[in-house]
């Protein structure tokens, strides 16, 4: 291709991608009573509102990325939270198991204590015996 038609050809298509952007936004009521939203004016000549396209923002870059980093500071000491919060839980619920499991164990051995006679020698974790 030409160089000479093919700036022109990029300007146009420039122009045609463009154009669409700035389109505006039309609102109307069609026939049975409904509102319309188009970026086209209604086929026909009904009376439209033209709806103009909302200002830019007002607030520079540097206070938007302020403000997104405190709302990500806000969102990372949340989720830390949920963590700790969630390993306490998974904390103490080992507890509550070794601590039922520690019960189970106490209860046979003062069953086992009790169904014995008193003079019976008893054989402790370290090898030794013991009476009770």
């Given at each position: 291709m030409p160089r000479k038609t093919f700036l022109?050809?990029?300007?146009?298509?420039?122009?045609?991608?463009?154009?669409?952007?700035?389109?505006?936004?039309?609102?109307?009521t069609d026939d049975e009573g409904d509102v319309v939203y188009s970026q086209t004016p209604p086929p026909d000549n009904r009376p439209v509102k033209p709806i103009a396209p909302p200002p830019p923002p007002a607030e520079n870059t540097s206070q938007i990325q302020q403000q997104t980093q405190k709302l990500q500071e806000q969102l990372d000491n949340i989720a830390r939270e949920r963590n700790e919060k969630k390993q306490?839980?998974?904390?103490?619920?080992?507890?509550?198991?070794?601590?039922?499991?520690?019960?189970k164990v106490a209860r046979s051995n003062l069953k086992s204590m009790q169904e014995k006679p008193p003079n019976t020698l008893w054989g402790l974790p370290d090898g030794s015996y013991q009476r009770f």
């Open positions: 022109p050809s990029i300007l146009l298509g420039l122009f045609l991608v463009t154009s669409q952007a700035f389109a505006g936004m039309y609102r109307w306490k839980q998974q904390e103490a619920a080992q507890e509550k198991k070794q601590k039922a499991e520690k019960c």
